[in-house]
């Protein structure tokens, strides 16, 4: 499998950001993006992109996130066939035993999603903290 | 790993979802707030939120949303101590045999989660379309 023609999109690709997203006294910002029948993309597929690029393994990064390898190689699958080319390329063999790694189009997308998620969380913190302010 | 053709299976329609935040060809942004040992805030709860202002009931708010009665009593509940003052209230008997309504707070609350799902969307609404252009 190969990431070529995978093209991340019109702007660069930004270091991958793992911080959680902050508002007012410690809330927390997470978002969910819904196509339709054409997908979904949340928290728990962009972590375990995440976790790929960390481990360099999709089973490593499943086992991070206390999720069977099963679940771990189909949500990759689903994420594969969901955008138009690759988001994870695999090594079969070679030193490392076959190892996973995202694709340019991957890094991009993990890029606009946490992204969006901080920019959304910025545009929106008054009235977060206007939330966190009622709280018992 | 590849499967090439396969889409992604079409989620069963909530025909619940009404007024869907709406991104580029038709992305529904959902969010979802997260206070830590305070407590957390997603589509789910809002949602009955909705219905129980909508139907007047909790269980008839708990049946549109096909979730058991104990659940959403469930829900409710820890709604209603999450923050300074309930977000729920109930009448015991009476004409209709008891009923439930939205607080003041309870309205704003479902108010300013809606606003922030919708300031989310519009600020972000560019980066939700590049992300859509490069699914399959």
Known sequence: MTSEGA????RGVTKLSRKPVRGGDGAR????LDFGERGALGPGKIRLLE???E???ISAAGRAMA???RRAWILVDSLNTMYQAPVVETQHGGQRGGGARLTLLGKAL???YRAIEAGAEAAMRADIKAIERELA
């Not at 910002?29 to 969910?32: A, G, M, P």
């Open 67 to 69: 999720m069977s390898y």
């Open 55 to 57: 481990t360099g393994s």
């Open 110 to 112: 993990v890029a606009r």
């Open 29 to 32: 910002l997470t978002i969910r």
């Open 7 to 10: 093209r991340p999109g019109s």
């Open 51 to 53: 976790m790929i690029e």
